[in-house]
């Protein structure tokens, strides 16, 4: 036998679904909302005009997701993305409006500025050691804060025809341009991740940091280049935000860190590091569009998206935590940890704290008043 | 048996500030033979081997190889000249699959179109054919991430980086059987055989007597940072071994 793989060796289905789980998980959610559409509003949803606009929605945070794909599993977070949009963006109006610039200079200059911010980020967390978490949340306020001081109240609206080609043009009988560039950014960013030394050393610093270092990979120099990444990719966001919307202001794309980070996580790649899935995090960033489109072709109070958002998050991550451990501490099913001392403790405490508010409030309408205060 | 060794230390010293970790100590290993070192916690093994393969500086002493004296800044310097290391917390990146990790730092490239892109399917095959011909290992797949396998198997993937390159002549293992059950151990300790039967020589640390004895041709003893002797399996019992671990025979005398 000439083979190093054992030929007798069949892993169980599930294991053999495993590596694939992160693209059939999203593309399962999303053939469900599909199908959820179908029966709950199909005439709205499936409407050409309705499928283009999810897809433009979506485009938009594709180079992000991409890039936080990469800083992600290097077991980094990059919480500034919407503040780098929103600064670039705004200097790129500037240039454009007040001095004149071409649109093709003065995108490169944004998308260079977002790669400067990039580094500052990484720069801070791998030389002067701030954790991540904190590094970015800080810059992110730095960032909103220069955008806010340049831009004061302003909108800075009617960009040139470039621009809204870019953020929402159309090739006719094709597929808007912005849904162009952001596949084009992710097939960029699979091919970066399983065929460049970049991508490699990033899943290798992200699943054991110690070991990276000891076969010789510069650690601290790639984490610095996903940074950069992210910051380019947020720039490049703001450019396709400022021509879709054809204006731009300081307070622009504010959730737009939670949005990319929950598509990315939705997609399969791991908090934890190393875990890396493209595909998962074209198909994360797809679904998260769908949802909200179907809140809004639902008529669903435009506030549900912020609990919508926060559900899908933590259900799949949950269900990602939940796919590692089994079979490894044969915990049972689901209701089993209630029958242990800790879970009867923490049973306890649930009831006791829903006991004490229902108390509370049958106590508060027992002598409540007047509603109306007078005077 | 060569008569030269192919590596040497004579007179080897290591201190750290006012701690000498090792006192004069000589070790010599020939090429197609195991030898082991045995000791007790403290005795020196740690800091021995890594003094051989450049990751610690000797304070005094030389080291020849092949009859030559060398110097090694640092591990590097050592791994070119065909001595290398497998450390107990094996360097793996659990996420990546084998041919990955058995490359990682040190991959095979090709040029499409004037880029320079990963060559995926040349580090598979390389590392297929290194873990069968080199190692006799057949892992369950290629494609799933190394945190799949069993301890022998990661072991294997760290051994075949080392033994990837050429010149390799000088193999220094930490613990290769610590961590693992009775029928991992037995497959490590043929892994070990096979590469002392390729010309290699092997030399590695291990607690475990039994396995010293099934594996190693000479066992050389440390205690309290120095040499106390250096025996052949053949001819001396676990229980003499022992003894000389713990000090008994010395203080007999």
Redesign the interface.
């Known amino acids: ?6 030929p007798n ?1 069949k ?1 169980p289905l599930s294991e053999r679904l495993e ?1 694939y789980m992160a693209v059939i998980a999203p593309m399962a959610m999303i053939a469900a909302s599909f199908a959820f559409m179908a029966v709950a509003s199909p005439d709205r949803f499936y409407r050409i005009s309705n499928l283009e606009l999810l897809l433009q929605d979506a485009a938009l945070y594709m180079p992000m997701a991409m890039a936080m794909t990469f800083v992600i599993t290097q077991r980094g977070i990059d919480l500034s993305i919407g503040s780098m949009a929103a600064l670039s963006a705004i200097i790129m109006a500037f240039l454009i409006k007040q001095y004149g610039f071409s649109v093709y200079i003065a995108v490169p200059i944004a998308i260079a500025l977002g790669a400067l911010m990039g580094l500052v980020n990484g720069l801070i967390i791998t030389r002067l050691k701030v954790p991540d978490l904190l590094g970015t949340l800080a810059m992110d306020l730095v960032y909103r804060g220069f955008a806010l001081v340049l831009a004061k109240g302003l909108v800075l609206a009617r960009v040139p025809g470039l621009l809204t080609e870019i953020g929402r043009g159309q090739i006719p009988g094709f597929v808007p341009i912005p849904v162009l560039i952001g596949t084009a950014t992710m097939i960029a960013g699979y ?1 970066l991740l ?4 970049f991508g ?1 050393y990033t ?2 610093i ?3 940091p ?3 270092e ?4 510069s650690v601290n120099r790639h984490k610095v280049y996903a940074y950069v990444l992210c910051g380019a990719c947020a720039a490049l966001g703001g450019v396709m935000l400022t021509g879709k919307l054809n204006a731009i202001q300081a307070t622009s794309a504010p959730y737009f860190n939670l949005h990319v980070i929950a598509a990315v996580v939705v997609g399969g790649t791991s908090l934890f590091g ?2 890396a899935s493209m595909l998962g995090s074209f198909a994360g960033v797809l679904l998260l569009s769908m949802m909200i489109n179907a809140l809004v072709t639902l008529r669903i109070e435009f506030f549900w998206q912020s609990v919508a958002s926060g559900v899908v998050i933590v259900s799949s991550v949950a269900l990602y935590a939940w796919m590692q451990k089994k079979d490894r501490d044969g915990a049972g099913g689901w209701f089993a940890a209630l029958q242990t001392p800790d879970g009867q403790k923490m049973l306890r405490l649930s009831a006791v704290l829903i006991g004490v508010l229902i108390a509370l409030l049958a106590v508060g309408a027992m002598f409540a008043g007047d509603p109306n205060p007078s005077g | 048996m060569a008569d030269t060794p192919l590596v040497q230390m004579r007179g080897i010293t290591k201190r750290f500030g006012g701690v000498t970790a090792l006192q004069d100590v000589d070790l010599s290993a020939y090429a197609g033979e195991v030898l082991a070192i045995v000791g007790d916690n403290g005795a020196g093994k740690s800091t021995l081997i890594k003094v051989l393969p450049g990751v610690y500086q000797p304070t005094e002493g030389e080291m020849f190889l092949d009859g030559e004296p060398v110097t090694f800044s640092n591990h590097a310097d050592a791994a070119r000249a065909g001595i290398d290391a497998v450390y107990q917390t094996l360097a793996l990146a659990d996420h990546l699959d084998p041919a990955a990790n058995m490359f990682l730092g040190n991959e095979l490239t090709k040029t499409v179109l004037g880029i320079t892109i990963l060559d995926n399917k040349k580090m598979r095959s390389e590392t297929e054919r290194v873990l069968m011909e080199r190692l006799g290992v057949r892992l369950k797949s290629l494609d799933a991430p190394t945190d799949s396998l069993s301890g022998c198997h990661r072991q294997a993937v760290v051994i075949a980086r080392a033994v990837y390159h050429e010149g390799l002549r000088v193999l220094v293992m930490d613990e290769p059987t610590a961590a693992l059950g009775p029928q991992e151990t037995a497959r490590t300790l043929k892994l070990i055989k096979s590469l002392k039967a390729q010309g290699l020589a092997v030399i590695l640390i291990s607690h475990s007597l039994d396995d010293v004895v099934e594996v190693a041709d000479r066992v050389h003893v440390q205690r309290r940072g120095q040499c106390v002797g250096v025996v052949l399996t053949a001819e001396s019992s676990t229980q003499d071994v022992l003894g000389m671990i713990v000090g008994a025979k010395e203080d007999a005398a």
């Not at chain 1, 036998?1 to 054992?6: E, K």
């Not at chain 1, 399983?194 to 030394?197: A, E, H, Q, V």
């Not at chain 1, 000891?214 to 990979?217: A, C, N, P, V, Y």
């Open positions: 036998m000439n083979t190093a793989v054992d060796y892993p590596p091919v399983t065929r460049t030394y490699r899943i290798a992200g699943s054991n110690e070991a990276a000891l076969t010789g990979i190393g875990r």
